[in-house]
């Protein structure tokens, strides 16, 4: 690990540290010999005493012990990250680091998904394990079923959390998440301690979404997470795939939105 990894957990840790600063942070750690100094200087300039002082006393509380991440400049960082906007400074994980610079295709979908998200991922996912890493976001319905029927056809899988890694969301998942851990790859920018919040689920689907090369829709209501992350991958140039439904079902409204708007229809698993 890095002494700039070493002090980007440890400002992460405090709670205090936006992921923008840390990406300052990072900046000037490119031509800095005194990143420390160089640090403090940045935060107490963008704060102000009274808040300096206060983050000080926590950052001096902070151990990176036993703690797993990589931060943007570390030789582990995909590029294809590195493009997006906002990308993550610092990612925290555990399991195999090596799958984030491998191929990666994710499939994501509503939470309340019906058997139809079932049945496409089941047929869907042993055509695409042998050449992509199948990237979700843990949740329940479609994502949990990605991350599944790949570890059970024998492919990789990458997990992307909106909490740290000590916590599970939802609780249901607590296995699962295991799973991906000891064959796959759970990652999170968020640091340990840190419990799900609403606003953190778009934050986590623009790393899915700037992970993957491709990212498949299955079923979604007009306004949902999933449209976030078709959404920013389509401005982020990746590949996005809806699979049609029924015109009549609110679950296909998104799916058959993104269709209409220009996403490529997933009629033929075949010809992924």
């Not at 808040?51 to 931060?71: D, G, R």
């Not at 990612?91 to 998904?113: H, P």
Request: with cysteine; net charge positive; aromatic share 6%.
């Amino acid at each position: 690990m890095t002494n700039l990894t070493r002090l980007l957990i440890k400002c992460r840790l405090t709670g205090m540290v936006s992921n923008q600063i840390m990406l300052k942070i990072i900046k000037i750690s490119i031509n800095n010999g005194n990143l420390k100094s160089e640090t403090f200087n940045l935060l107490h300039n963008e704060w102000g005493s009274a808040k300096f002082n206060e983050f000080l006393l926590l950052f001096n509380q902070q151990s990176e012990n036993n703690l797993n991440a990589i931060n943007y400049l570390d030789e582990e960082y995909p590029e294809i990250l590195r493009t997006i906007y906002n990308p993550p400074a610092l990612l925290f994980f555990e399991g195999n680091i090596a799958l984030l610079k491998t191929d990666c295709l994710a499939i994501v979908g509503a939470r309340q998904a019906t058997d139809y998200s079932f049945r496409c991922i089941s047929g869907l996912v042993p055509r695409l394990v042998n050449r992509y890493t199948i990237v979700s976001g843990l949740a329940r319905g479609v994502d949990t079923w990605a991350h599944t029927q790949t570890l059970q056809n024998h492919g990789k899988t990458i997990a992307v959390i909106g909490s740290g890694l000590d916590r599970v969301y939802p609780k249901e998942n607590l296995h699962l998440q295991q799973q991906i851990m000891d064959n796959g790859l759970v990652i999170t920018e968020y640091p340990p301690k840190t419990n799900i919040q609403r606003w953190h689920f778009p934050q986590r689907n623009r790393i899915i979404a700037g992970l993957s090369q491709r990212v498949i829709i299955t079923e979604a209501k007009e306004r949902s997470g999933a449209l976030i992350t078709a959404d920013l991958a389509l401005e982020n140039n990746r590949e996005v795939l809806a699979i049609p439904g029924r015109i009549d079902v609110g679950l296909s409204v998104g799916c058959n939105k993104l269709i209409e708007e220009g996403a490529t229809p997933l009629i033929n698993f075949n010809n992924l």
